[in-house]
Each structure stands twice: as C-alpha cells, then as structure tokens.
C-alpha cells in the first residue's frame, strides 16, 4: 500500500526566515494535497498540484510537485507565527485519501 | 466557501452509551467521509459515502456505523462507546467524480469516553 512520509517531522523557526517541509510517496503520486492543522481544529485545505512540475502559490506559501521523484516540497517564505500548525500532505491511494503524519511548525517571534 | 459543519466541538460521554457525531455540508458534495486522529497514528478512514443512502467501510469501521439519509448530512454513530474510541472526530466532504477533488474538513468533535 502507498505511504507518505513527511520530514522534517517538527520544525522551530524564527520569525522571518524561510523553511521547507518535504512530503516523499511510496508510489507514484497522481495529485498530492496540502493541508494545514491548528492544534485540536480540523485540517484546512492550501493547495492541490495534479501535474509533475506543477508549482502554486498562496500567500507566501508555495508547493512543486516532482513526479520522478515522487515528492512534493512546500516552501514557506518569511515565516510568521501565523504559519505556526501542523502541515499534511495527503495524496489519492485506491478508494481514499491517505496522509502523511505531518511536520509540526512552531514560528517564534 | 466550503462550509463543513460538526455539530459538537467537544462531548463526553459514558461507557456503553449510543453516541451520534453529525455533520453537515452546505456546498452539495456527493462525497463525505469519517476519520479518527489519534497521536501516532494519523488519520484513519472509518467510512464514507459516495450517495445518500449508500456507505462504505474504511480502514477501521469495527464499533461504528454511519447514516446518510440527506445529501447534506452524514452522521456517525458509536453504537455502544467504548474507552478506546476516545478520540478526534474529523468529517469532510468532496465533490464527486475523479478522485482527484480534494476533501474539505469540519472542525472536529473532541470525544472523551469515561
């Protein structure tokens, strides 16, 4: 069955500065999801990529998709406390949705 | 917006008692789905529905049923709680077709069986 792991698995940054969680398939991935999760709330959409080099932006978040690689890469520019939460890739395997177990994101002022 | 609706953020309940967790959709998704999140564990898929009226076991479906009488509502029931379904409740919604629409979250019911 497809797995999707995710690193760095938590992650402390200063406010301002960059950072990228990666987000590996076992498999070959046909669309990967991001999702973003304050503690003890429900998981909030970002962003879908369907196509390897696929690339889309939200504010200052950013995410590629790497098909031969079977990655996809989510970069944040200029943290701010805003971005604290927890990061989910998820990708279609079979019938369902699967996840990755998330990178924890603490942005300190 | 997608606006997904659980109708309790947190709730405690007994040992054996009937438990109902609803959720509501306001954007006319034919899909929605039922997950527990647990620390280590993730998110896990208990059932789904791709119609009214129709459902489908997902990865841990054992302890629980589901109901979908109306497009709109989706409701998860623990027919005798047990501790160990002390959880995280997390419903979503899709729209239906290819698989490759994503799945929008309500914000989860915090359940503590004592």
């Known amino acids: 069955s497809q797995e999707l792991e995710q690193s760095p698995q938590s992650l402390i940054v200063q406010e301002g500065k960059n950072l990228t969680i990666n987000c590996t398939s076992s498999k070959t991935l046909y669309g990967l999801y991001w999702y973003k999760q304050k503690y003890g709330e429900g998981l909030i959409f970002l962003m879908m990529?369907?196509?390897?080099?696929e690339e889309k932006s939200h504010e200052k978040i950013t995410a590629k998709l790497d098909e031969k690689k079977q990655q996809s890469s989510l970069h944040i520019t200029a943290s701010q406390p805003s971005h604290a939460g927890i990061y989910l890739c998820g990708a279609w395997s079979s019938y369902k949705l699967i996840f990755g177990s998330g990178t924890r994101l603490l942005v300190r002022p | 917006d997608v606006k997904v609706t659980q109708s309790s953020r947190y709730l405690v309940k007994r040992t054996g008692e009937k438990v109902f967790l609803e959720c509501v959709q306001d954007m006319d998704h034919e899909n929605m789905f039922w997950y527990r999140q647990d620390p280590g564990l993730g998110l896990r898929l208990i059932y789904f529905s791709y119609d009214v009226k129709m459902k489908e076991k997902g990865d841990i479906p054992e302890g629980y049923s589901v109901s979908r009488e109306k497009k709109e509502r989706f409701s998860l029931i623990l027919e005798s709680a047990s501790t160990n379904q002390t959880s995280m409740y997390l419903c979503?919604?899709?729209?239906?077709?290819?698989?490759?629409?994503?799945?929008?979250f309500g914000d989860g019911t915090r359940l503590s069986i004592l």
């Open positions: 990529l369907q196509k390897g080099g």
């Open positions: 979503a919604s899709s729209l239906g077709g290819s698989g490759n629409q994503p799945q929008h």
